[in-house]
T-cell receptor, first 115, second 110 residues
C-alpha cells in the first residue's frame, strides 16, 4: 500500500459524458501527478500540482482539467469523453515541489471505460 | 519531442536465466528512475540514479546510468517468478516533467 488513494476504482460511462477522478496523496506529500496509461501502453504524464498550484503540464487534452484543493487532494476532470479516453488513470504523489528528483508513490489507479 | 525508448518490448525467460532491459533517451537526463509494475498493479519505485556512470545494486538487480546520461540499463540475475512485471525507466530532461520509457514486459516461466 503506497498511501495514495484513488476513487473510484472503476468507472464506466458513455461518450460525451463528464467524469471526475479523485486522488488523496500520501500524508505530507505536497506534489500530485496525474498519468494516463492506455492498454499495453506506457505512462503518459498529464499534469502536476504542488501545494494547490499547477507546476507542470504534459500531454493533457483541453477537454481534461485538474485541480488541487487546500487539503491537498486532487481531482481530474474529463469531459466530452471519447472512446479513446478509455484507460487507467494513475495519481502519484511525492514530497517536494521538484518532484522529478524524488520517487513518486502511485495510487491503485482508476480504470475508465467509455462506451 | 522528448522520447525514452526501452528494448526489448517483451522478454520471456526461463526461471534462473538472466534478464536485461535497456533504456535510451533522445535527450540528456538529469537523473533516471526505475519502476516496476506488476500485472494489474501500479508502478512501484525501485531506484534512482543521479551521477554519470553510476551503478547501483539491489540484491539480484543491477542498475546502471550511462556516461552521457542518455541511457540506462537494468539487469536481473537468476530471474524468479516474482520478477514478472513491466519495468519502466523514467527520467526528467532539463524540465520538470518525468518522462516514462515505453517499458519492458518480463515473463518468467518456472
Amino acid at each position: 500500500d503506497s498511501g495514495v488513494t484513488q476513487t473510484p476504482k472503476h468507472l464506466i460511462t458513455a461518450t460525451g459524458q463528464r467524469v471526475t477522478l479523485r486522488c488523496s496523496p500520501r500524508s505530507g506529500d505536497l506534489s500530485v501527478y496525474w498519468y494516463q496509461q492506455s492498454l499495453d501502453q506506457g505512462l503518459q504524464f498529464l499534469i502536476q500540482y504542488y501545494n494547490g498550484e499547477e507546476r507542470a503540464k504534459g500531454n493533457i487534452l483541453e477537454r481534461f482539467s485538474a485541480q488541487q484543493f487546500p487539503d491537498l487532494h486532487s481531482e481530474l476532470n474529463l469531459s466530452s469523453l471519447e472512446l479513446g479516453d478509455s484507460a487507467l488513470y494513475f495519481c502519484a504523489s511525492s514530497v517536494i515541489a521538484q518532484g522529478v528528483l524524488d520517487e513518486q508513490f502511485f495510487g491503485p489507479g482508476t480504470r475508465l471505460t467509455v462506451l | 519531442g522528448q522520447q525514452v525508448m526501452q528494448i526489448p518490448q517483451y522478454q520471456h525467460v526461463q526461471e534462473g536465466e538472466d534478464f536485461t532491459t535497456y533504456c535510451n533517451s533522445s535527450t540528456t537526463l538529469s537523473n533516471i528512475q526505475w519502476y516496476k509494475q506488476r500485472p494489474g498493479g501500479h508502478p512501484v519505485f525501485l531506484i534512482q540514479l543521479v551521477k554519470s556512470g553510476e551503478v547501483k545494486k539491489q540484491k539480484r538487480l543491477t542498475f546502471q546510468f550511462g556516461e552521457a546520461k542518455k541511457n540506462s540499463s537494468l539487469h536481473i540475475t537468476a530471474t524468479q517468478t516474482t520478477d514478472v512485471g513491466t519495468y519502466f525507466c523514467a527520467g526528467p530532461p532539463r524540465t520538470d516533467k518525468l518522462i516514462f520509457g515505453t517499458g519492458t514486459r518480463l515473463q518468467v516461466f518456472p
